[in-house]
């Protein structure tokens, strides 16, 4: 096999046109049994390969510098560049990440989890290479639906004007992780169709010169495209088609299904682990939107590319109609027009991962809150255990969200809260509302949630005691109840026990309150500890002669963490909090 001698470019410059097409063919059996038995991202994948190698046989890495969009279709490169036992041998394979990471080797230059930023971030290679007279190539490769991300088009205006080397590779596949929406995509479409040749080009447009790839699977013209643009002194684009999953069968006809997930049998195809719960909250919100949207035409699902993520597979979208909108990778543009919806008397519900919410910080403040509209945000993965690599951490949003004024974030305990705030949320007319998704699954009380939410910061308190109250919020809760019970069993003391469910307030009246027969109070919260909800709980309490202990995640980046040894690692379990209850006490 090819693929055992590659231990860096260099070894990939020495083969022959039909030694890279074999190793072309080995690349892929690799990837395809890694992926198979321990998951990762796919299609992106496959339908990089030939591109890849290519770019390692013509340019000369680390001195060329490749930026990688997203940095999920990396994998290749990585193979390329030192790294394959991590691909060949099962017990290595957590060896690297699933992006980019310069910790791991000098070919890569930036941790990059989120989309459209390649060109951007090349682009500042660029201008350095500049200002020290240095003469390499800067390449950024961006594809999988990444052009739609209002950065993209920020970097490739700024690169445009700048007017030195800058090759820009888009990797056009047709494909987000759903379809691609938006006019830029009919560009590609047309420039697809007319072999690069149309005059209608939106690169060309900008300022660049072009160059168009028909076959983004054939080695040959791949190396014969980039030994053209090597070493050019001014920006180009290279524009070349590919088929995202290329080279296996299913991948290439349900590209949706397979951009990423778990291991998964190679001949049929069928994931190892379920891709899909009914009993979700993923899959119960994509029904209850759908029911709603029946009832009311002014109710809108929103969302960034990443549809699939809340339910909403390609039959419920076709079912949901205009009421569906998908604006691709654009978060910011997300937030601003479930605002302009919000205001003009529609119900936009944007579904977001917490951790790509943190792109349209600015929209959720001035678009948004400044402005107050009802549009209301359902935030997924907002936990410890939510996704866990460093580029796509759902830590920071109490933080985030919890200080904006108007803002009311909500964060239920069970399915009975979510849909009684989901429902409100909907409804009022009078804030812009969010909801803690909850990530632990889906807890059921059994009891109807009757709160009336309109009546903001007013917390619950579902076991009254003395001396000590724990305040336990969103999916924390559930500890609260241990850590009450274990207080019982331990030293007899009976803990006041509060369900605050609004991360964005404080219930004054009820903190005051706590006063008059608690000597501690403990804030449990699933987020990072700094600027959290339990710091505002301190900072009340802060003149006066009540204790406060806040747990939650210190502030950090913790990488491919187990969520339980991060929570031990920040002192988080019913015994160490327990433990720390009596030692305070005495």
Known sequence: ?????????????????????????????????????????????????????????????????????????????KILTGRKDAFLLPEKYD???????????????????????????????????????????????????????????????????????????????????????????????????????????????????????????????????????????????????????????????????????????????????????PESYENRTAEYLLEAMKEEPTITMITSATAPGFGFTKDRRELAGKQYIDVGIAEEHAVALASGIAKNGGKPVYCVFSTFLQRAYDQLSQDLCINNNPALLLVFAASVYGMNDVTHLGLFDIAMMGNIPNMVYLAPTCKEEYFAMLEWGIHQKDHPVAIRVPAMGMITKGIEDTTDYSLLNKYQVTHKGEDVAIIALGDFYQLGEQVVDQLVKEIDIHATLINPKFITGLDEELLNRLKENHKLVITLEDGVLEGGFGEKIASYYGPTEMKVKNYGIKKSFPDRYVPEELLKENGISTEMIVNDIISILS
């Open 95 to 277: 060896e690297v990440t699933g992006y980019s990471n310069p910790q791991e080797s000098e070919h890569d230059f930036f941790n990059i989890g989120h989309t459209s930023t390649s060109v951007s971030l090349a682009c500042g290679l660029a201008k350095a290479r500049d200002l020290k007279g240095d003469k390499e190539n800067i390449i950024a490769l961006i594809g999988d639906g990444s052009l739609s991300g209002g950065e993209a088009y920020e970097g490739l205006n700024n690169v445009s004007e700048a007017g030195t080397n800058m090759i820009i590779i888009v990797n056009d596949n047709d494909q987000s992780i759903s379809e691609n929406h938006g006019g830029l995509y009919k560009n590609l479409y047309e420039l697809r169709k007319s072999e690069g040749a149309s005059e209608n080009n939106f690169f060309k447009t900008l300022g660049f010169d072009y160059l168009y790839v028909k076959d983004g699977h054939d080695m040959e013209e791949l190396i014969q495209a980039f030994q053209s643009v090597k070493d050019i002194e001014h920006p180009i684009v290279v524009h070349v088609h590919t088929i995202k999953g290329k080279g296996y069968k299913l991948a290439e006809e349900k590209k949706e299904i397979y951009h990423a997930g778990p291991p998964f049998d190679l001949e049929t195809g069928e994931y190892k682990f379920s891709r899909s719960n």
């Open 1 to 77: 096999m090819f693929i055992e001698k590659i231990n860096s470019p260099e070894d990939v410059k020495q083969l022959s046109i039909k030694e890279l097409n074999q190793l072309s063919i080995e690349t892929r059996e690799v990837l395809l049994k890694k992926l198979s038995e321990h998951g990762g991202h796919i299609g992106p994948n496959l339908g990089l390969v030939e591109l890849t190698i290519a770019l390692h046989y013509v340019f000369n890495s680390p001195k060329d510098k490749i930026v990688y969009d997203v940095s999920h279709q990396s994998y290749v490169h």
